[in-house]
């Protein structure tokens, strides 16, 4: 997906980046020239840094919470914006429209967002609190003022969603 839109170079955040294992498939296969790797965990940094080694040059770690408010001060713009599996971490979803407002505002025009999280279904064990349920998913990027909202894949309860700036 981020081939397809950005056949140079662009930069790219990853919100709640965790141990690299995205950020390892996409330095591998993109030609991302600033990758940002935001989490709020210096343990998976730490874990990250040494999984990531020969690509450090090219990337910028930033231990910021984004629960809190504040975490996009100072950033941006990017080109494009992933999540994988973090959105649910921050602790309930009713916080989920202001950080994907926040993601927005740090696009440039042109940019593409990759949002994949998992859901919540009837009959799972997934906490309602936590997880939107699987409708509600695009609902939120277009309400943030993201359009051209498609889904790429939606597997074992989780989907992911391409979305651009509206």
């Given amino acids: 997906a981020l ?21 390892e498939q996409i330095l ?3 030609p991302v020239s600033r990758y940002t790797a935001l989490d709020f965990s210096a343990a998976m940094q730490a874990i990250a840094r040494e999984r ?4 450090l040059a090219r990337i910028a770690f930033m231990e910021r ?10 950033l941006g713009p990017f080109d494009a914006i992933v999540t994988l599996q973090a959105a649910h ?25 990759l949002y994949c999280d998992h859901y919540a279904e ?3 064990n997934k906490h309602p ?5 699987r409708e509600e998913q695009p609902e939120h990027l277009r309400a943030a ?20 700036p509206a």
């Fill in 3 to 23: 081939n397809e839109v950005f056949p140079q170079t662009f930069t790219l955040l990853d919100l709640g980046s965790g141990p690299g294992h995205l950020a």
């Fill in 65 to 74: 919470d984004f629960r809190d408010g504040g975490w996009s001060n100072g």
């Fill in 145 to 164: 003022g993201f359009g051209d909202v498609r889904l790429l894949l939606d597997l074992g309860g989780m989907a992911l969603y391409r979305a651009r």
């Fill in 52 to 55: 990531l080694g020969a690509a």
């Fill in 129 to 133: 609190g936590l997880f939107l349920m």
């Fill in 89 to 113: 971490e921050l602790r309930h979803k009713r916080r989920l429209p202001a950080l994907l407002i926040q993601a927005r505002a740090l696009m440039t025009d042109g940019g593409l967002f």
């Fill in 28 to 30: 591998g296969h993109c």
């Fill in 122 to 124: 009837e009959g799972s």
